[in-house]
């Protein structure tokens, strides 16, 4: 069975641009959340998907979207990027209450 | 608001030496608490979890009890390798699925020979 898979797994981008990332969760699973991990903050929720709803958001800028398409493959979307967006973006996968599992990730480095 | 605090980091063990990676909560209601482990460059993988009081997660010699009365999740283990080099986030969950996790700061284990 396959993982959860990020794409890319490395991103350098500039100030200013966008970045989009991409999640495609374990087949079956309809609800995907996505984090974000600093040194400095930690592994922070930013928002989960279910059925192509958003069902719960973190505390994080209106520059960090998502979606979630039919498949429940989703994506998230960072605007106007800064230099406090380097990160380490993870997405988890999951349909019940067991736990999530995670994706490898993908590092965005704004420069 | 929910949180999760986690005894600093590094520890460093001898192999075959005991661990314990204290853990504590504060949340409203009763959440399910969770262990995960990331390893170098790579993504965070479910170590165990416990939904009420007094459960016990389990897995590859990991065990943690949920402790409601001193709000507590510690991480133990009987005989570490070196391979348990990690580090190690306890996470809660109030939802009432785990598709919304809180995490502690998580604590670097290295094991030595």
Partial sequence: ?111 | GNSVTQMEGPVTLSEEAFLTINCTYTATGYPSLFWYVQYPGEGLQLLLKATKADDKGSNKGFEATYRKETTSFHLEKGSVQVSDSAVYFCALSDTGTASKLTFGTGTRLQVTL
Wanted: proline share 4%.
């Fill in chain 1, 1 to 111: 069975k396959a993982g959860v898979t990020q794409t890319p797994r490395y991103l350098i981008k500039t100030r200013g641009q966008q970045v989009t990332l991409s999640c495609s969760p374990i087949s079956g699973h309809r609800s995907v959340s996505w984090y974000q991990q600093t040194p400095g903050q930690g592994l922070q929720f930013l928002f989960e998907y279910f059925s192509e709803t958003q069902r719960n958001k973190g505390n994080f800028p209106g520059r960090f979207s998502g979606r979630q398409f039919s498949n429940s493959r989703s994506e998230m979307n960072v605007s106007t990027l800064e230099l406090g967006d380097s990160a380490l973006y993870l997405c988890a996968s999951g349909q019940d209450n067991y736990g999530y599992t995670f994706g490898s990730g993908t590092r965005l480095t704004v420069v």
